[in-house]
């Protein structure tokens, strides 16, 4: 069974830019959630979907977003980048929400 | 606001000694999870607790949940190097909040 694939694997953006990454569960999982991990802050969550509906989000600002398909793949998007934002993100999936959530790779985000 | 400690942060340790991780959490949960990661690597799922006196065990890792005392333990039994990486405890809370997670424990294990 394939696990949670992340793209792209590696981005490098400059200050104001924004970018999509994409999220592709495991087959039958419905539930996707997000997260950010820093040195700084370490793992916090950023959001999370189910049957295409954000269930909730994190402290972070509006200039993160993020959707959910009728395939249970995800997107999220930042806009207007920081240097700050340079981060790994973690996508999760679970068939349900909250239940034994399966990590993916990350997708290792470089803002310069 | 739900927090998860974790002690201790860095340990460093022998092959062939035992040793324990804590993670403390402050408000009830429904859920808690040990992942181990490697430098560089996303993270893997090493254990699901569920309930109180929750043990399960895989090769040399061991946890433990306590519900009353809101805490877990994960034991380490006779280390050997491959068992160098980060450790989190993250708990599950319920409704839609996601994980919280402890800030891990940076285990090295030298021959």
């Known amino acids: 069974k394939a696990g949670v694939t992340q793209t792209p694997r590696y981005l490098i953006k400059t200050r104001g830019q924004q970018v999509t990454l994409s999220c592709s569960p495991i087959?039958?999982?419905?539930?996707v959630s997000w997260y950010q991990q820093t040195p700084g802050q370490g793992l916090q969550f950023l959001f999370e979907?189910?049957?295409?509906?954000?269930?909730n989000k994190g402290n972070f600002p509006g200039r993160f977003s993020g959707r959910q398909f009728s395939n249970s793949r995800s997107e999220m998007n930042v806009s207007t980048l920081e240097l700050g934002d340079s981060a790994l993100y973690l996508c999760?999936?679970?068939?349900?929400?909250?239940?034994?959530?399966?990590f993916g790779p990350g997708t290792r985000l470089l803002v310069l | 606001e739900l927090k998860v400690e974790q002690n201790p942060l860095f340990l460093s340790m022998q092959e062939g000694k035992n040793y324990t991780i804590y993670c403390n959490y402050s408000t009830t949960s429904d859920r808690l999870y040990w992942y181990r990661q490697d430098p560089g690597k996303s993270l893997e799922s090493l254990f699901v607790?569920?309930?109180?006196?929750a043990v399960k065990q895989e090769g040399r890792l061991m946890a433990s949940l306590d519900t009353k005392a809101r805490l877990s333990t994960l034991h380490i039994t006779a280390a050997v190097h491959d068992l160098s990486a980060t450790y989190f405890c993250a708990v599950d809370p319920g409704g839609a909040d996601g994980l919280t997670f402890g800030k891990g424990t940076h285990l090295i294990i030298q021959p």
């Open positions: 979907y189910f049957s295409e509906t954000q269930r």
């Open positions: 087959s039958g999982h419905r539930s």
């Open positions: 607790l569920l309930s109180n006196g």
């Open positions: 999760a999936s679970s068939l349900v929400p909250g239940v034994e959530p399966h």
